[in-house]
């Protein structure tokens, strides 16, 4: 990762006014979160910032413009927020660079939010194009430092839960135990593959309504986590390149010939399985196939695999994002945008996460990121109208070349 140092812009030696965050309302179709939530607002204003929230930035998260009036911040028009010095946003342009919103871009702004810069480039471009300064928080390192900054991390533990409460609603079976008069029903059984963030909220879960839980993970070091939430952690004799990697860390992409092996150990848990959920996602590259539609047609009618990836290209090979595929009686779904869905806590939580990431940006009512901080060098993507980050370059070249 780019480890490009970030010169501290000169602000004058006074301010005539205070520097502005401006919220507007996202425009990505879908998007119910917002960037900044009223409990963050004092916060901001203690590092000297003023908040501007777009008129209604905050109704489908369940923050209403008089929450964020009593907390300190200002309302007003989609224009007022724009025009302020820093943009805090959820999706950067809405994941649209040829929108509307990149014209309202100008040079010496700065731009915080979810811009998926390695998978969509020219999102980074566009911003890059109006001279505007971009940090994206994907990048965000996985240090302990950063945690408080992770959205990856916050919104995947949404992600995780919804998961579960997704298929116990597809599944025609309840997931507890139940002991009645009528007879003793067997938990469902759920097989979670990838005990990441995401998964090890959905195996908590899971375990929390009563199914019985399997999870499996390339990492080995994950293991000792999985069962501590009660869950049985699947073992495969197989040889992935993860061995030295941390349960925090980030898993890598796999061989195709690891992949394979893989897949054919994990034919037999699958089919057992009433619920599948697959949660594992290689940043900047398409999600590894780890359910095949062999493996789909070997479980039950009425089993239900929910593919967390489905916006990645899918860890099933029958994923179809944001559809419902019915593949012999077994469905498999596709949801995209999942924290979303619980717009409320997830934006609770996001905008804790960009709080923390302008306290590393804003210094007594100034823009004065520490050249040396480690956070804000690796989450700089644009600056002074190019693109400064070697990763994004890279795949901004490789999406170039495609398009050629």
Known sequence: MSTSSVPAPDNGASRSRALVVGVPLESQEGEHRVALTPAVVPAIAKLGAEVVVESGAGDEAGFT?????????RIGSREDAFA??????????????????????????????????????QVAAAVAARGATLYALELVPRTTRAQSMDVLSSQANIAGYKA????????????????????????????????????????????????????????????EEVQSLGARF????????QEGAGSGAYATAMSDEALARQRELMLKTVAASDVVITTAQVQGKRAPVL??????????????????????????????????????GVRVIGP????????????????????????????DGALAPDPEDDIVNQCTVSRDGGIVHERVSDALGAEEGVAT
């Open 65 to 73: 413009d008089a929450a964020y009036e009593d907390k300190g911040a």
């Open 84 to 121: 302020a010095d820093v943009l805090a946003t959820v999706r950067v342009l809405g994941a649209d660079a040829g929108g509307p919103d990149a014209a309202r871009l100008r040079a010496g702004q700065v731009v915080v939010g979810m811009a998926a810069p390695l998978a969509a480039p």
């Open 164 to 223: 579960v409460l997704l298929a116990a609603q597809a599944l025609p079976k309840v997931f507890p135990l139940l002991t009645t008069a009528a007879g003793t029903i067997a938990p469902a059984r759920v097989f979670v593959v990838g005990a990441g963030v995401a998964g090890l909220s959905a195996i908590a879960t899971a375990r929390r309504l009563g199914a019985v839980v399997e999870a499996y993970d390339v990492r080995e070091a994950a293991k």
């Open 234 to 241: 699947v073992e495969l004799p197989l040889e992935t390149g």
């Open 291 to 328: 359910v095949t539609e062999e493996m789909v047609r070997a479980m039950a009618p009425g089993s239900v695999v929910i593919d967390l990836a489905a916006e990645q290209g899918g860890n099933c090979e029958a994923t179809l994002a944001g559809r419902t595929v019915d593949v012999e």
């Open 336 to 363: 995209v945008n999942v924290p979303s869905s619980v717009p409320h806590h997830a934006s609770l939580m996001y905008a804790k996460n960009v709080a923390n990431f302008l306290g590393l940006l804003i210094r």
